[in-house]
């Protein structure tokens, strides 16, 4: 038995990759490692070790994304905004690589 999807990884809705872990999971992760394996149990030990350091980084980012994005001290509020406007938009992009797995 393994675990896909929501199960694996409790995402918190500050990345919108709920669904998309999901996928990545099921369509992606454990449909290669089915693929490549005749036995199925080894196909899952492959698809949990493949998967588990992806999606729990994820899950992590989404909750300190969230934790800093709820803040309602209006000084720590100007801070973030400042540090967002600050950084641009190359930062918004290095985020959107790692989300999307991609090698800058």
Not at 16 to 36: H, P, T
Not at 43 to 54: D, F, G, K
Not at 69 to 95: E, F, I, K, S, Y
């Amino acid at each position: 038995m393994t675990l896909v999807g929501y199960r694996c990884a409790p995402m918190t809705p500050n990345m919108g990759q709920g669904a998309c872990q999901a996928i990545e999971d099921a369509a992606v992760a454990l449909a290669d490692c089915l693929a490549q394996r005749d036995d199925t149990a080894a196909a899952l030990l492959c698809y949990e070790l493949h998967r588990s350091q992806r999606a729990n980084l994820i899950v992590r980012q989404s909750w300190r994304i969230g934790r800093v994005a709820q803040w309602q001290n209006p000084a720590l509020c100007a801070v973030r905004d400042a540090a967002v406007r600050a950084l641009g938009p190359g930062a918004q992009l290095r985020q959107l690589r790692f989300t999307l797995g991609v090698e800058a």
